[in-house]
């Protein structure tokens, strides 16, 4: 994948990039040969991540300390994406699901899940992707999800987002063809990474079969944004899903929906 006739130039900015498939861009990128911008909030692991990446790879390696669903977070990121050395690749990575219900949810939490899931997406697209048409070269990965395709989790708010982030991508990838820039929504199932466990979601009745790996759900992506797609679902089963999922009808879906992190018991009621 060619993003910018100077090889060694080429730089990614990658937001959530200390777990998961953040830092699973972030190692194949430096790996093959990208420098990096890498956004996370916790300062402290980007150092490490940064200083471990740089001695291993020999790229610079910049970090920026931001919380993205934050008007100031996404003005610190939006600056470095229009100013310094150029943004080839903007991974869009930071994202967050909430382990209740709607209806026991709270109106700030559910506003902060909007503000990062799809505020910060539309707003550090927006700002990536006015110097990228001016150059007439780059590319934008939203890390969207399965889950986007329909309501997999009665009562959680976070599919409605991803829904949101693929229709966005696939909507504003198709305007800036025209300049050379592509933007791809990534929409992987389960992937092992600390997501789940960092909002308190129990998964430990998910058949093993249905997880992936966040290298490979990378490896997929970048594959995918060569071949210009515009939305890239990693692995066989996932496309068979997404399938069932666009065309099933609705009344057996909502039988079948699996996934209870949205639902309210019987106690709750």
Sequence with gaps: MTLDPATAERRALVTGATAGIG????????????????????????????????SRHGREVETLSADLSTDDGCDAVEQRLGTGSPVHLLVNNAGISLNKPFLRSTAEDEA??????????????????????????????NVSSVAGFGAVMPGSTYSASKAWVTNFSESVGQ???????????????????????????????????????????????????????????????????????????????????????GRIGRDER
Aim: charged share 25%; net charge positive; hydrophobic share 45%.
């Design 23 to 54: 830092a699973a861009f972030a190692r194949r990128l430096a790996s093959d040969g990208w420098h990096l911008v890498l956004v996370a909030r916790d300062a402290g692991r980007l150092t490490e991540l940064a200083a471990d990446l740089g």
């Design 112 to 141: 902060r899940l909007l503000r990062l899931n799809v505020h910060a997406v539309m707003r550090l697209t927006l700002a990536a992707l006015r110097p990228m048409t001016e150059r007439r070269n780059g590319a934008v990965i």
């Design 175 to 261: 305007s800036t063809r025209p300049y050379g820039v592509r933007v791809m929504a990534l929409c992987p199932g389960y992937t092992r990474t600390e997501f789940h466990d960092r909002a308190g979601i129990n998964m430990s009745k998910t058949p093993e079969w249905m997880w992936l790996k966040a290298e490979d759900v990378v490896d997929e992506a970048l594959r995918d944004l060569g071949k210009g797609k515009l939305v890239s679902i990693p692995a066989w089963k996932y496309k068979v899903a997404v399938a069932g999922l666009r065309h099933a009808p609705r009344r057996l879906l909502q039988v079948v929906a699996r996934d209870t992190r």
